[in-house]
């Protein structure tokens, strides 16, 4: 049978991301109300919404509508830069790059298709320009806004969150935003333990996994990190997208076996159209990994 990933399902192409109407990003609240649901059904959206729940099921059904966003291709050394500077904001990413795929979702997730503009740098056959001009640290991501350029996906994340319009996606309640910062916190130490175990027997993946159960045992309001979906979610999800498949393939590992949380969690993830928009192919990753880390071991 085949086992539902965050990046689809092994062994099948990737379901169409536009092919059915489903939740889009659950935010903590707009900036006038909050949703006390996390999750809004297909079916849920043909009934005749009213009040709060209107406004909700009305805000998702836009951002459905909305954005049938046609993906440019990646810009190689043979490219020329975009106008820099001109007051276009630009989101620098590769469409390979798990760190530039959790700003990517931000942007989705927040409606900012049409403020923020995609552009895809091949890393393999980077652009010189990108380096001398844009962001010399030379890694993706990287935000063009305001006449500046800034760097680091957790930054961006929230950057983006707090300076720009749309849902909210981090807690104003003091308890959970003070997880929300731990678990983030936790995010290169988690990645780090799991990339450590592709060579050892998985006792590092165990514990990082059985760590991310308990953290998402947390809160009963919603099946995400903090109950609702945030940027926690946002900051791990690219990373367990590739690590799920690879680790079933190759070390036999279904992270999903006795944590019925994260299973979960992976459903609803995948449910997130501002998520789905970006995900790979998990053959993809599975083959990218391998030739990443086996050769290595
Ligand atoms: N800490 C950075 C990591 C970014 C990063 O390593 N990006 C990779 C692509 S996945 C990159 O640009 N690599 C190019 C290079 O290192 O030359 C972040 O969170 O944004």
Redesign the pocket.
Known sequence: MATSTLGGTIGFSQPSSSSHISVYCIPFSTSRFSFSRTILSPLELEKPPSGRRARAVIAVKMAAEAFQEVFPPALTSASEPPSLFDGTTRLYI?YT????QRVWITRNCKGLQNKIQLVPIN?QDRPSWYMEKVYPP????ALEHNNEVK????DLIKYIDSNFEGPSLFPDDPGKREFAEELIDYVNSFTKSVVSSFKGDGNEADVAFDYIESALSKYGDGPFFLGQFSLVDIAYAPFIERFQPFLLEVKTYDITAGRPKLAAWIEEMNKIEGYRKTRGDPREHVDSYKKRFLSRL
Not at 97 to 100: G, H, L
Not at 138 to 141: D, F, G, S, T
């Open positions: 590769s790059c798990p760190y530039a890393l030379n890694k993706v991501p760097g680091e996906s957790l």
